[in-house]
């Protein structure tokens, strides 16, 4: 038979030709194919434009959970992904310790240091348990909440007035991006950088996170050794990563030494709190770049999903405006903002937020490493060493979770029949995280967005742009790639 294909070519080209198509066909739809030396990344880069989407379409047919193979050569790009609650109770809560970030969780991330999103084991717990005294104390709560009220009620409420006024579309996104990196400053860093000011001022900063977050996600998808070479030249993503790292430590270590300085000031903020125990510059560049990255970016993108969502659900803004309306009575001229007690057993904006974050998280995909060999709930075996990705845009999606509407933005599943908040387990609604690193801000989140929402709702009308397009970003963060361009009108002349 060798002797035959030898002088045949044709019968060995049409031999490989038969069993390349008998591996397409007998892969289920939506599933990469793995070819022989180059593994399912072709179907990977191709998709990596659409890679959330994809990935929910990868998740569907196969049981919530996939063993995707790397080329045979690139061993670390072979990875699960998952979005079986079963699962990330069994990795994030029941067998926490067995499922570190793993060794090479914080070299992806080295912009974030040694800080509490990167470590394990004894740095991380010792970094928990300090921010968690601090963020439950009730004098840096109310100095958060009263902080955001202020930031609303001085900077946004006024330029949406403005905005209103002139008729004009706006960047909702890059508004709420500024709007946090205000507040998360704020409580971070003790400064307000007064990002909302009239001409709206270019912020470098925000900037360089935009680009390291950006970097860090295409270091998720491309070889190790890849985007280590790409380092090394200093060429691609990584010249771009290695140049916003460079402004955030800049920019990080110039308010570490101005608050050093500011010795007198009883400010409760973070750094002057760490700076007050004592803290060496290290770690206090890398706890409060950590807090910095979480507070700014996360909130702002659920705040402009949120209002994606409405702007198409009118039904929804409706309901928020008469839960609104039924405490504080009619809208009026006068714009009014709402602090966070006034706020509280709102029922359905608490639900709408939910929704909305269950939809689209803030962090699309949680990451873990195998300790040990393992094997999940779903059935699927891990060797140790295994890379675990946990896809959270996905989760929302899948009908055996959520239901047959998973894909509709309904309020009203959040609600129990009494009237109530109906709880849902962190490990099917991992917006937050699920077990021992749940996230600590998530009270903080949301005091922030019911601040906003509910001062954006009752004053004003929301209405998306005919025409633009919204779609999710190639980032760590669930930011828009277009951003979301929007009117806003006076609620009390609609």
């Not at 959270?392 to 109530?420: H, L, N």
Request: charged share 25%; net charge neutral; hydrophobic share 45%.
């Amino acid at each position: 038979m060798l002797g035959l294909l030898k002088f045949y070519p044709e019968i060995l080209l049409a031999l490989l030709s038969f069993l390349l198509l008998r591996r397409c066909l007998g892969t289920p739809r939506g599933v990469p194919i793995n070819w022989p030396v180059l593994g399912m990344l072709p179907s990977l880069l191709g998709n990596l434009h659409r890679l959330h989407d994809w990935t929910v379409h990868l998740l569907r047919p196969t049981g919530l959970t996939f063993f995707f193979k790397g080329p045979p050569l690139l061993s670390k790009l072979d990875f699960v992904i998952t979005c079986d609650p079963a699962n990330i109770n069994h990795i994030f809560t029941s067998s926490f310790a067995d499922y570190p970030k793993g060794p090479d969780f914080a070299e992806i991330f080295d912009v974030l240091g040694h800080g509490i999103f990167v470590a394990d084991e004894d740095s991380w717990a010792a970094q928990r348990k300090a921010a968690h005294g601090m963020l439950a104390d009730a004098k840096f709560r109310g100095f958060v909440a009263e902080m955001s009220k202020g930031k609303v009620e001085r900077a946004l409420v006024p330029m949406l007035a403005r905005a209103a006024g002139l008729g004009e579309a706006m960047d909702l996104q890059d508004v709420f991006l500024r709007l946090t990196f205000d507040t998360t400053c704020g409580f971070v860093l003790g400064v307000d950088p007064d990002c909302l000011s009239d001409g709206l001022p270019r912020v470098p900063f925000a900037r360089a996170i935009d680009d390291v977050e950006e970097a860090i996600l295409l270091r998720h998808v491309i070889p190790m050794r890849w985007w280590k070479l790409m380092r090394w030249l200093n060429v691609g993503h990584e010249r771009k990563h290695a140049s916003a790292q460079e402004m955030i430590d800049a920019y990080v270590m110039r308010k570490i030494q101005e608050r050093r300085e500011a010795k007198g000031d009883a400010s409760p903020d973070m750094l002057s709190t760490y700076i007050k125990k004592g803290c060496d510059d290290k770690f206090l560049r890398d706890s409060t770049l950590n807090f910095m990255i979480a507070g700014r970016d996360t909130t702002a993108a659920g705040l402009a999903w949120f209002f994606w969502l409405v702007s198409k659900n009118p039904h929804v803004e409706t309901k928020i405006y008469e839960e609104l309306k039924a405490r504080f009575g009619e809208a009026e001229e006068q714009t009014k903002v709402f602090d966070v007690e006034s706020l509280r057993g709102l029922v359905y904006l608490h639900a709408a937020l939910s929704e909305a974050l269950r939809l689209y998280p803030p962090v699309p995909f949680e990451h873990k490493w195998a300790a040990k060999a393992d094997v999940l709930p779903s059935g699927v075996s891990v060797g140790r060493g295994t890379e675990i990705l946990f896809s959270t845009y996905a989760m929302g999606r899948m009908e055996g979770v959520w239901g047959k509407d998973c894909e509709e933005f309904t309020p009203e599943r959040w609600i129990t029949e009494r009237g109530t908040i109906k709880y849902e387990p962190s490990h099917k609604f991992l917006a937050f995280n699920a077990g021992p690193r749940t996230c600590l801000g998530k009270d903080m989140a949301f005091t922030q967005m019911k601040i906003i929402v509910a001062a954006m709702i009752y004053n004003f009308e929301v209405e998306a742009v005919e025409g633009h397009v919204v779609e999710p970003k190639l980032s760590i963060i669930l930011h828009m790639k277009n951003g979301f361009l929007a009117k806003v009108r006076k609620r009390r002349e609609c």
